[in-house]
């Protein structure tokens, strides 16, 4: 699918630095961001609802331990 992208001031720039030093184009420099931008988000969700599930489990104990 084809996008056009309107950069904020300034990261059209960071885009073309990093293009330019990893040698690939600004096209895969997008499309790793936007991947390690989803991997980070969706890492955070899955130890959420972890850690929702067991403070419900561990919670009489975690109360007694105050």
Known sequence: MAINVR???GNEDKAKELSDRE???INNIINK?????YERHNHNAVVDEILGTEMERWAGLLERLK
């Open 7 to 9: 950069f904020i001031d």
């Open 23 to 25: 040698g690939t184009s």
């Open 33 to 37: 961001a936007v991947a390690e931008y």
